[in-house]
């Protein structure tokens, strides 16, 4: 699948780049105990770790923070949503499971501390565009809200926006019936070529190891 930077983003952070997996014949069921007991645990870690830090004491969560607002986006409004799940695990709301693709994602997510899409492959159309949303940016999200993407990232394909860093849309939602899936990993952008390619490495292999199929990556 092609992926495109629009290169307006490139002006302000030349050193932008997200990571792509592309899984083929996975198999997306209620996630095995394993997976339900660690992203608990990992939640738990966390708790205790965010009585002592603050958010912006997380290399991840920082960046992108910085890099929302030179985007232009508001973070104290619209949230990073790697930064919203520390903030849920902050006032111990924590991340029920739903299933075995959506609890891999958040787990991933909060270990490396950067905002994570997972999307229906068999639900885009043509070539994705990653590009700073405006106010025709729009759709239904997980959220179950109609959300207005102006001044935030998005990944868009040719019927519009389907998903960004903030919340993703329903429309190209990951379900028990996904056979194939995209996942892009909004890498921090201090992140080296190499360190990328390890990280998605390291993903890919557990998210195959939870839901079977192979996966391609790449970094863009």
Avoid at 100 to 107: A, E
Avoid at 130 to 141: K, L, M, P, R
């Amino acid at each position: 699948m092609e992926i495109q930077i629009d290169p307006e983003i490139l002006k302000i952070f030349p050193d932008f780049k997200i990571g792509t997996i592309h899984y083929n014949n996975i198999t997306v069921s209620e996630s095995p105990q394993m997976l339900k007991g660690r992203l608990q645990l990992f939640q738990e870690q966390l708790y205790f770790d965010l009585e002592d830090k603050e958010i912006t004491d997380f290399p991840g969560l920082l960046e992108w923070q910085l890099l929302w607002k030179a985007l232009g986006a508001d973070p104290s409004r619209y949230r990073p949503s790697a930064e919203a799940l520390f903030r849920r695990i902050r006032k111990q709301n924590y991340i029920v499971p739903v299933h075995s693709g959506v609890d891999m994602n958040s787990f991933l997510s909060l270990q490396y501390e950067i905002p994570l899409g997972l999307y229906d492959a068999d639900k885009i159309s043509g070539a994705v565009e990653i590009a700073v949303g405006t106010e025709q940016d729009q759709y239904e999200g997980l959220n179950n809200r109609i959300n207005t993407l102006t001044n935030i990232l998005v990944s868009r394909d040719e019927q519009g926006a389907f998903g960004s860093p903030y919340v993703d849309s329903k429309r190209t939602m990951v379900t028990e019936q996904t056979v194939n899936a995209l996942h892009i990993f909004y890498l921090r952008p201090s992140m080296d070529r190499d360190t990328a390619i390890q990280l998605l490495t390291a993903a890919s292999n557990m998210f195959t190891g939870i839901n079977g199929g192979d996966a391609d990556i790449a970094v863009w």
